[in-house]
């Protein structure tokens, strides 16, 4: 089985890969370069996002793509919220982690609906322009090498792939909570999420909570604290 176009496989001669990355609302597989020594214990894979305009496409795409036997999901932010997805419709899916994913649809920005609107009645050329400014900005304030900018900034997606991934977002609506083992991460200075620890316990009780180092993109500026908690999480399953 492989990844979607451009994701990546590591570790598949030893098992049935068990580990299964899903980006964020960028949808680049790369963004998980510094969890390469994951691998080490267990065989890791690596998705794109694929299209779609709400929760429940995009886990049913992703789940085409899903090894066949047990895995554990890590998704990052919009990934998060598939992830989630697919543990509460997948039997494959034995644990959950998240890293900067919205744990209740009322914890949604306001502000986004009029943003995919507006973004949507952008020209290409110039929400393309603006789009990368922003996500540069970002990059640069959470501390992302230059070398790996460069990279993901040039595989940005187009308008109407971002504003349809955006509109999963406002319009996604749980059926219930994850149903397996689940860890919930924040970055510490993550400033791109409206909520902390304390929402997550009291949204989804039972689910573990915890902070890590870094901001939104904790595990392309701060992999080996990230990976740790990953991985104690994963010895405990």
Do not use: K
Request: a positive charge; hydrophobic letters at 45%; glycine letters at 8%.
């Amino acid at each position: 089985m492989s990844p979607l176009p451009g994701g990546f496989r590591l570790g598949a001669n030893r098992r049935p890969p068990r580990l299964v990355l899903l980006p964020g609302i960028e949808g680049d597989a790369r963004v998980f370069a510094g969890q390469v020594e994951l691998a080490a214990r267990r065989p890791v894979v690596a998705l794109h996002l694929p299209d779609g305009r709400s929760i429940s496409d995009l886990a049913a795409r992703v789940a085409q793509h899903l090894p066949p036997s047990d895995v554990v999901l890590l998704g990052a932010s919009l990934g998060g919220l598939v992830a989630r997805s697919l543990a509460r419709t997948d039997r494959r899916v034995v644990g959950l982690i998240t890293l900067g994913t919205l744990p209740d649809p009322g914890l949604v920005p306001r502000r986004l609906v009029p943003a995919q609107r507006l973004l949507r009645s952008l020209p290409e050329a110039v929400f393309q322009r603006l789009y990368r400014r922003r996500i540069a900005a970002r990059m640069t304030e959470e501390g992302v090498s230059a070398s790996l900018q460069h990279v993901l900034l040039a595989a940005l997606p187009r308008r109407d792939t971002l504003c349809d991934r955006l509109e999963a977002v406002t319009s996604w609506r749980p059926n219930g909570p994850p149903g397996v083992p689940t860890l919930w991460l924040r970055g510490q200075v993550d400033h791109e999420v409206c909520w902390d620890t304390a929402a997550v316990r009291r949204t989804l009780p039972g689910v573990g909570a915890e902070v890590v180092p870094g901001g939104h993109r904790a595990h392309l500026t701060h992999p080996r604290p990230l990976n740790a908690v990953v991985e104690h999480f994963l010895r405990t399953l």
